[in-house]
């Protein structure tokens, strides 16, 4: 109206003289899950975020629903896919039975699950999926270590807005 350029875009403010800038900020709700459909075409059918915060950082995990039926879960501090019910096994969950009921009660649901049971079906133990996620932290080394160091990640970056001891683990298996 005063001599303002038309083709100004805007977004600032005189304020005492000094020219003031509206900056947008996005930033994901934090400790909280958020779902999302898979583009069609990909491998990921369904996806589940929660950046999991807490004081002094942040971590992004992810659930991820593949075509073939199986979840997957994977956080910054172990590299590639960790396999749904490996990484419940890890957290304290040992039976196919407990996993299940953990995730949901209505059968429909619990019926989702059983492509990943299959999936782990070699891993029967707490050690043994701790061991497999070993491999992905401490590759070479040996068993006893990697079982330790999947405890210290999992403890310290997985969910870790939920507890960083390894009493921790059950809590966030039932996240």
């Known amino acids: 109206e005063i001599g303002e350029d038309p083709k100004d875009p805007g977004g600032?403010?005189?304020v005492n003289g000094s020219e003031r800038v509206i900056v947008t900020q996005e930033d994901l709700a934090p400790n909280r899950v958020l779902v999302d459909v898979g583009k069609t075409g990909s491998n990921i059918t369904?996806?589940?975020?929660?950046?999991?915060?807490?004081?002094g950082y942040r971590v992004p995990v992810t659930i991820e629903r593949l075509k073939d039926g199986t979840f997957h879960v994977s956080f910054p501090a172990v590299s590639g896919r960790i396999p749904f019910v490996i990484m419940m096994r890890a957290l304290g969950l040992i039976?196919?039975?407990?996993?299940?009921?953990?995730?949901?009660?209505?059968?429909?649901?619990?019926?989702?699950l059983f492509p990943s049971i299959d999936q782990a079906s070699s891993i029967a133990t707490t050690d043994d999926a701790l061991?497999?996620?070993?491999?992905r932290?401490?590759?070479?080394?040996?068993r006893e270590n990697r079982i330790e160091k999947?405890?210290?990640?999992?403890?310290?970056?997985?969910?870790?807005?939920?507890?960083?001891?390894?009493?921790?683990?059950?809590?966030?298996?039932?996240y």
């Open 137 to 142: 932290i401490a590759i070479g080394q040996k």
């Open 95 to 112: 039976t196919d039975r407990d996993i299940v009921y953990a995730v949901s009660l209505d059968p429909e649901i619990q019926n989702e």
């Open 12 to 14: 600032y403010f005189i």
């Open 46 to 55: 369904h996806t589940a975020k929660i950046i999991s915060s807490t004081a």
């Open 150 to 174: 999947a405890q210290q990640i999992i403890d310290k970056y997985f969910l870790p807005h939920l507890g960083t001891s390894p009493d921790d683990r059950k809590k966030k298996a039932y």
């Open 131 to 135: 061991d497999f996620i070993g491999n």
